[in-house]
């Protein structure tokens, strides 16, 4: 089976090009067509870098600026959400009832209620849908996954995430990305981490302590560098690390460190490999970087074709958020916060 798709919203410097290359890249996935929304074309271009008609000649599909016609005229499956993270909630909100599956680019909403919203137009009109999971994705960090649910460190004690990209500054002047009310770092990059974190604690987050500051960032209203403590309702202690000051020099985008009860396991995104400490010595594993976004897209139009639940399901997403937005607090407020408990 080869699902028919079409990616809803252009006005992102980053995420129509990944899913078109992502989707062309995918044998069961074929890219029809986009919609600008009806957006200003000069808008879409300044975050884009060109214009929607140059957008689709460049993929070779057709342009809509209506998702609904799209949608209906194409017979699609599935498609991918990007826009500005306070619409995608009303973009959900217009495909869902058309009984399309959906990926909604990370993060997808900006507030609890927008959240709650998406996982109501979701459930109620029974589509497949995640939001960005892509760190989850990357080779070493599931092989070091595979590993600690197999037994080999023990029961889990402590994680630590840490996650880094680059710097506000690969963002041109005038795009969204600036504007506080999209959430910048502290619910994008944050988001990535976060969700690590409870994949392998398996666990809710009880309470979260956060110190967040801009240290080389001019003219952002966000932070750039970011601290946080957090305790899980299991007892699992984590710790995340959010760079994103990175200017002229490498480092290692996203890490995990974790510390069990019998051994400990770090991946180090440096030389690419993971290694496991445990009683009988050090090995290691991993040593090849794979394409992790692809590989979340590959797993995303699976669960389309099978019509199964993807691993974020739609509410592990709306807990990311609520995580993202607790962190947040805590910063602002210089004071832990505790989280709702899980059921």
């Not at 910048?184 to 990535?192: I, M, N, Q, T």
């Not at 639940?309 to 609520?322: F, G, Q």
Request: one cysteine or more; charged letters at 20%; aromatic letters at 10%.
């Amino acid at each position: 089976m080869r699902i028919r798709t079409g990616i809803v919203g252009l006005q992102s410097v980053f995420w129509p090009h990944a899913f078109a290359n992502c989707l062309n890249s995918i044998s069961e996935a074929k890219l029809v067509a986009c919609t600008s929304m009806g957006l200003d074309p000069s808008l879409i271009s300044i975050s884009l870098g060109k214009t929607p008609e140059e957008y689709a000649a460049q993929y070779d599909v057709r342009l809509y600026h209506d998702p609904t016609e799209m949608i209906q005229k194409e017979d699609l499956d599935a498609v991918c959400i990007c826009a500005k993270h306070t619409e995608i909630a009303n973009f959900v909100e217009q495909v869902a009832p058309l009984e399309v599956d959906i990926y909604i680019a990370k993060p997808m909403a900006t507030t609890l209620e927008a959240a709650d919203r998406i996982v109501k137009a979701v459930r109620n009109n029974n589509v497949i849908a995640t939001s960005g999971t892509t760190e989850r994705f990357d080779g070493g960090i599931r092989e070091a996954y595979q590993r600690f649910k197999s037994g080999a460190i023990g029961k889990l004690i402590s994680i630590r995430a840490l996650h880094q990209h680059g710097n506000i500054g690969s963002f041109p002047k005038g795009d969204w990305y600036w504007d506080e009310e999209q959430g910048g770092p502290e619910l994008s990059l944050v988001w990535y981490a976060a969700d690590i974190v409870r994949w392998f604690a398996d666990s809710e987050v009880a309470r979260v302590y956060a110190e967040y500051d801009n240290y080389l960032s001019e003219n952002s209203p966000f932070m750039d560098n970011g601290k946080i403590i957090l305790r899980f309702e299991n007892r699992v202690m984590g710790s995340i690390d959010i760079y994103f000051s990175v200017n002229g020099f490498q480092f290692p985008s996203y890490e995990i460190e974790l510390v069990g009860t019998t051994g400990a396991i770090r991946t180090q995104q440096s030389v690419y490999e993971g290694t496991l400490f445990t009683s009988a010595g050090v090995s290691n594993f991993y040593r090849t970087q794979n394409n992790n976004l692809l590989d979340e897209m590959r797993h995303w139009v699976q669960c389309c074709i099978n019509k199964t639940e993807p691993e974020l399901t739609i509410e592990d997403a709306r807990r990311v958020i609520e995580l993202c937005l607790a962190t947040r607090q805590s910063a602002k407020t210089q004071k832990p916060i505790e989280l709702p408990k899980s059921i």
